[in-house]
């Protein structure tokens, strides 16, 4: 009986959670080590209607899964930047999944400031790229329940006659 009574007891009862809860946690992460992480790359940027001070695209994201194991996700924020300044940031509580060794396309709206279009229309002119040709930084997250990933891509867009290309 006073054995029962100390395992039972507060102090115990504590430990013991933290040990079951430290070997869930390092056997959940275990299942990622040795994976490459994901790969994501901007598809698309396609022009919507704009609304008063403000310029929306919707932002295609291309996610490849080079993993033996699929990935859900829940949720997908970006920040998109342009010749190194801060350009559209969108959020989309879209769900999905990608399959082993496969790859989906995602699509999330981004909101651009109309003083940030217009910035960039300055700052094209002294960056000293080619004529259509724009680098870009796309950073952002994939949620999931527990946590998430964190993606960055780089490369350079392409403007042709309607939307825009993008390419690496």
Known sequence: MPFLRLLLSGRSARLLAVGLLSVVTL???A?????????????????????????????KLRIQNPNGDGFSFNGVAVDLQLNG??????????????PSYGEVVVTVPVTAPAFASLEHAYSVADAGTPPGQYPYILQGRLGRTTGGTRFLSQGVLSLPGIGIAAGE
């Open 85 to 98: 300044r801060s350009f559209a940031t969108g959020v989309s509580p879209q769900q999905g999944s990608v």
């Open 27 to 29: 056997g959940a992460c």
């Open 31 to 59: 299942g990622w080590f040795g994976h490459d992480p994901l790969r994501v790359s901007l598809a698309s940027v396609e022009p919507l209607d704009s609304q008063g001070m403000e310029t929306h695209f919707n932002v």
